[in-house]
């Protein structure tokens, strides 16, 4: 138990479906993190927000789609998506900028 | 633009070995470095953090080194176990929210 939770775990869609991603964490941590990991690439940064406000987005395709109505709820909503989105969704937070982030363990998605 | 590489990309040794693995970064000015253990379709998990200003940190069997100067870290793996067997990866903090990750390292402990 991380205290950070991913639902679903795995997730296979078609390219014309809308879903979201969730991720619930119980630190009572301020910030909240989305991470990319491709097969054989390090982890990409995606989203950040700190107390619900987004502070980094790393040019990310407008695809995804970030929403953060609590510091303790992050999700990422996903539509028209491509193949090469498949990989493993890492939801983590931490307790505020510099500090160690908690990783939940991941949402496995497959694009069709 | 900071750059994170771990060499070896994979490594296999017999168990009670002692081990190293590396990472190297480009730029140090860093605020921390972290060492993280994958285990196969799960998330990371923390297992030493080391502060810009610190050399070293030590948890069990695990030591963890750091040199800003050379943009270089270190995790020291003793008497190595099966259940040592994961993907370890090296993340630094360039500062803020932002973390740069290296790779990993797929080490394989054989019984």
């Known amino acids: 138990e991380t205290g950070v939770t991913q639902t679903p775990r795995h997730l296979v869609m078609g390219m014309t479906n809308k879903k979201s991603l969730k991720c619930e964490q119980h630190?009572?941590?301020?910030?909240m993190y989305w991470y990319k990991q491709s097969a054989k690439k390090p982890l990409e940064l995606m989203f950040v927000?700190?107390?619900?406000?987004?502070?980094e987005n790393n040019s990310v395709p407008s695809r995804f789609s970030p929403e953060c109505p609590n510091s303790s709820h992050l999700f990422l909503h996903l539509h028209t998506l491509q193949p090469e989105d498949s990989a493993l969704y890492l939801c983590?937070?931490?307790?505020?900028?510099?500090?160690?982030?908690?990783f939940g363990d991941g949402t496995r998605l497959s694009i069709l | 633009k900071q750059e994170v590489t771990q060499i070896p990309a994979a490594l296999s040794v017999p168990e009670g070995e002692n081990l190293v693995l590396n990472c190297s970064f480009t730029?140090?000015?860093?605020?921390?470095l972290q060492w993280f253990r994958q285990d196969p379709g799960k998330g990371l998990t923390s297992l030493l953090l080391i502060q810009s200003s610190q050399r070293e940190q030590t948890s069990g069997r695990l030591n963890a080194s750091l040199d800003k100067s050379s943009g270089r870290s270190t995790l020291y793996i003793a008497a190595s176990q099966p259940g040592d067997s994961a993907t370890y990866l090296c993340a630094v903090n360039t500062g803020g929210f932002k973390t740069i990750f290296g790779a990993g390292t797929r080490l394989f402990v054989k019984a």
């Open positions: 730029d140090s000015a860093i605020y921390n």
């Open positions: 983590a937070s931490s307790p505020n900028r510099n500090q160690p982030q908690h």
């Open positions: 927000y700190s107390l619900e406000e987004r502070v």
């Open positions: 630190l009572g941590h301020n910030a």
